[in-house]
Nanobody, 118 residues
Framework: QVQVVESGGGSVQAGGSLRLSCAAS????????MGWYREAPGKQRESVAHINSGGSTIYADSVKGRFTISRDDAKNTVYLQMNSLKPEDTAVYYC????????????WGQGTQVTVSS
């Protein structure tokens, strides 16, 4: 079992920055990849950024160059630094922990709201 808890959302004007945190607990060793997804009103949940156990990262094209995902293994925490925020970044952001053992499964946090005003 893995639990993930997000924090750090809020409201900001366009061009501003926010940093989201995702603290993982439980069977941390089973986590293969952690990532961030977002869900805007009326839209499907979409992938934003991911980081695997080796530190490799993947970003959605819409956030490349603006968002940075990182991890602090000592704190079992993954961060999403969001710079140059745009109104279209407004969404509920969810942290995801993907495990492969003993079975493949995705764990989700409760979500944190990010609102960017123009």
């Amino acid at each position: 079992q893995v639990q993930v808890v997000e924090s750090g959302g809020g409201s900001v004007q366009a061009g501003g920055s926010l940093r989201l945190s995702c603290a993982a607990s439980g069977t941390i060793a089973n986590i293969n990849t952690m990532g961030w997804y977002r869900e805007a009103p009326g839209k499907q949940r979409e992938s934003v950024a991911h980081i695997n156990s080796g530190g490799s990262t993947i970003y959605a094209d819409s956030v490349k160059g603006r968002f940075t995902i990182s991890r602090d293994d000592a704190k079992n925490t993954v961060y999403l630094q969001m710079n140059s925020l745009k109104p279209e970044d407004t969404a509920v952001y969810y942290c995801n922990a993907h495990v492969m053992v003993p079975v493949e499964y995705n764990y989700w946090g409760q979500g944190t709201q990010v609102t960017v005003s123009s």
